[in-house]
């Protein structure tokens, strides 16, 4: 079985600075997703960015990239410019690509909250 | 296009009572994913469809929750009786897996509260 780790609780940046939030996963797979939700406090989720792991590129997203290290199972959030409205729960989530009903599924880790300083 | 709605938003209801919530997923997609998040537990898989059928059902805590997918366009969550713990937001998402890239979209969350 699939597992998402989020070893940070909290985390806090100053405004218009760089934070970087950690992922590991561990999997037994070489084809799957990797996606990072927000999720503000009215609790809607979000999706911020998403990474396939045949692609070596990273993805971005404006303000979002991540760094996705597959042989090291980490998958990390780098948000540039803070902003106050990045402040929320973020999730790190995986995903098989696998075409099985059985693997639909999406496993998150616990999440990490983040907050802004102004 | 509408993205997953869920009904009620919030929902205070008193111990032993009945609750159904209800999802509507994205048009087209075929695959249908009930989650809860409780501070305790987190983000918890409780069962998913595809094409209308449960696949897994693992994560449903007890018999008092019951989950159908009667067709494309609509699925229920019921809980019976209801009990204090069971207090929660549940998300209802849904996903299609070739054209939207295996990405699942949430709906906006129901509220419940049992007292």
């Known amino acids: 079985a699939q597992t998402v780790t989020q070893s940070q609780p909290e985390m806090s940046v100053q405004e218009a600075e760089t934070v970087t939030l950690s992922c590991t996963y561990d999997t037994s797979e070489s084809d799957y997703y990797l996606f990072w939700y927000k999720q503000p406090p009215s609790r809607q989720m979000i999706l911020v960015i998403r990474?396939?792991?045949?692609?070596?590129q990273n993805a971005t997203e404006n303000r979002f990239s991540v760094n996705f290290q597959k042989a090291a199972k980490s998958f990390s959030l780098k948000i540039s410019d803070s902003q106050l409205g990045d402040a929320a729960m973020y999730f790190c989530?995986?995903?098989?690509?696998?075409?099985?009903?059985?693997?639909?599924?999406?496993?998150f880790g616990k999440g990490i909250t983040l907050s802004v300083r102004p | 296009d509408a993205g997953v709605i869920q009904s009620p938003r919030h929902e205070v209801t008193e111990m032993g009572q009945e609750v159904t919530l209800r999802c509507k997923p994205i048009s087209g997609h075929n695959s249908l994913f009930w989650y809860r998040q409780t501070m305790m537990r987190g983000l918890e898989l409780l069962i998913y469809?595809?094409?209308?059928?449960?696949?897994?059902d693992s994560g449903m805590p007890e018999d008092r929750f019951s989950a159908k997918m009667p067709n494309a366009s609509f699925s229920t969550l019921k809980i019976q009786p209801s009990e204090p713990r069971d207090s929660a937001v549940y998300f209802c998402a849904s996903s299609y897996r070739i054209s939207s890239g295996n990405t699942i979209y949430f709906g906006e969350g129901s509220w419940l509260t049992v007292v």
């Open positions: 469809f595809n094409n209308n059928v449960p696949i897994d």
């Open positions: 990474q396939e792991a045949y692609k070596q």
């Open positions: 989530a995986y995903r098989s690509a696998k075409r099985s009903g059985a693997n639909s599924k999406l496993t």
